[in-house]
């Protein structure tokens, strides 16, 4: 940042000039912030192609890497021979042939590359014990296995253009996989930039990317990177310790609340980190979350019906950062808000009573299986609206049809889909529907 600012080179002020930017020698550009390749239609090219809306394509391993003990990173190439567009942070929906019937098991896992280098892109997973498919994917995923992918998926991401580009990107365990895919992009790109990353973990071995974490801090004055063990203290280990707060980030990262903040992880790291942003007077609006949750329940939908564990990298995106990308514009008023954080799925509004049917009610209901809820569907609302407005726990993401993370089945009646990718033909065809885009036709019931 100094240098840049050093290399402004102010003229003499004429006595008569009164426009105070016309003494700024623009012979010197000055470089802003980041820009994505593909923003400029010159620089967007088979080498870096557009981050489309989402859709389906083959998928096959290259290379697997083991990250930590636990977490391993697989390499991947469109069979198609197609380079993948995406957003820094975003993550694809994998189907893994897991059960002995070659019924598929399909998950989201983050992108850990960056999309600068889209001839070849990595998936990280942490193998989980009760996670049958991360140890599947442990187990089986070698070069050569070919996977159906969906994507790119999620409003997590770094934005295309941001003149300032001051970020802090926070992560507690395997939440480090999308935002080293931001940190491997800021590295690349040309440009002023500001990044802290602090990052922690449980133990000196779970870091993963370590050392190309500390290559960056090293040698890109533009990063500063942190590592911290939380509040299991270890013999080995001599950096920093105890979990995150306003006061560890008012040490470490005084001028937080004049950043953009990503911020990825589990359900009780981001409640903490929640917390302490705001204390820090981080704005609401410049706060972004994805939760790999624990806890939330799994859509369910025909090829996922068999009971499994939860995995732990699941993410749920909250905050502006999902609604402020280019499917911004398309998303309804029920997108998830930063008001909400700390809020991974399944969002949980106070209960209300159930709304009573009367006889001369022409509203189309929904009925919600799982929980017993009925409730009428107002005319351009769509069912997860319907179901929000009922206090249904309801988990979803884009809100506009793109991620996939509100999909069910739909058990009965009829609905119109207006979906943007975030669905396979298939899925479709099995009797799936995503509750953020569907209006009923009638009255329905469906799986959640
Ligand atoms: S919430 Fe993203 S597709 Fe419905």
């Not at 920093?240 to 790291?269: F, H, K, N, W």
Request: aromatic share 6%; charged share 20%.
């Amino acid at each position: 940042m100094t240098a840049e600012i050093d290399s402004l080179v102010v003229a003499p002020a004429p006595v008569q000039d009164h426009v105070w930017w016309r003494r700024i020698d623009r012979r010197t550009p000055v470089r802003p912030g980041i820009r994505m390749p593909w923003v400029d239609g010159a620089a967007s090219s088979a080498a870096v192609p557009d981050p489309m809306v989402a859709h389906e394509f083959a998928i096959e391993c290259v290379a697997v890497t083991p990250e930590t003990p636990g977490i391993t990173s697989f390499t991947f190439r469109r069979r198609d021979g197609v380079a993948l567009g995406f957003r820094p942070g975003q993550y694809l929906n994998v189907a893994f042939p897991v059960d002995p019937d070659g019924g598929l098991r399909e998950r989201n896992y983050s992108l850990s590359s960056s999309p600068v280098d889209p001839s070849a892109f990595r998936l990280t997973i942490q193998r989980e014990d009760t996670g049958a498919v991360s140890r599947w994917a442990h187990e089986h995923v070698r070069p050569g296995t070919a996977l159906e992918a969906l994507g790119p998926l999620g409003g997590f991401h770094l934005p295309d253009v941001d003149r300032r580009a001051r970020y802090l990107l926070l992560a507690g365990g395997v939440g480090i996989t999308p935002l080293i895919s931001m940190a491997r992009t800021l590295h690349a790109l040309d440009g002023t930039a500001d990044v802290v990353v602090l990052y922690h973990a449980s133990t000196p071995r779970d870091f993963a990317f370590a050392r190309e974490l500390r290559i960056l801090d090293e040698t890109d004055p533009r990063f500063t990177v942190g590592f911290s063990l939380g509040d299991r203290p270890s013999p080995e280990w001599r950096g920093l310790t105890g979990r995150i707060s306003a006061e560890s980030l008012d040490a470490l990262v005084p001028d937080a609340c004049g950043r953009r903040v990503y911020a990825c992880g589990p359900a009780g790291y981001l409640e903490r980190t929640a917390a302490a942003v705001e204390a820090v007077g981080v704005s609401p609006l410049a706060f972004f979350t994805e939760c790999f949750d624990d806890t939330a329940p799994e859509p369910r939908t025909e090829q996922s019906q068999a009971a499994e564990p939860q995995t732990t990298q699941r993410p749920v995106t909250t905050g502006p950062g999902a609604v402020s990308s280019a499917t911004a514009a398309a998303a309804p008023a029920d997108a998830p808000t930063a008001s909400a954080l700390p809020a991974p799925a399944p969002s949980a509004p106070p209960r209300t009573p159930a709304p009573v049917r009367d006889v001369a009610d022409t509203r189309h209901w929904v009925t919600f299986a799982r929980t017993g809820t009925s409730a009428p569907v107002e005319t351009a609302d769509s069912l997860l609206q319907a179901g929000r407005r009922a206090g249904v726990p309801l988990r979803s993401n884009c809100s506009s049809g793109m991620c996939g993370t509100c999909k069910v089945g739909l058990l009965a009646g009829e609905v119109t889909m207006d979906h943007s990718g975030g669905i396979r033909r298939r899925e479709i065809d099995a009797g799936t529907i995503l509750l953020c885009c569907s209006t009923p036709e009638g009255d329905v019931v469906v799986d959640a």
